[in-house]
């Protein structure tokens, strides 16, 4: 399956059970990214701070 098909949650999945990803990491990257795709409020510089955190730490993991 192509990722355009994947769910957030699906491609939360296979980043922890393929990629090793810690839990915490990819877990609140999903969670932002549902706020922000789903919910009708805006999100705001807080919410984009912590994506960045985040994204940088899976980075790390990586070794990118």
Known sequence: LGQDVLTAREIEARALTELGL???????L???FEE???????????????????LN???RELGA
């Not at 810690?22 to 609140?28: A, D, E, H, K, L």
């Not at 922000?36 to 985040?54: I, K, Q």
């Open 22 to 28: 810690s839990r915490v990491s990819v877990s609140t």
């Open 30 to 32: 999903t969670t932002l």
């Open 36 to 54: 922000a795709r789903y919910s009708d409020h805006p999100v705001g510089p807080r919410e984009r701070s912590r994506a960045v955190e985040n």
């Open 57 to 59: 730490e899976v980075r």
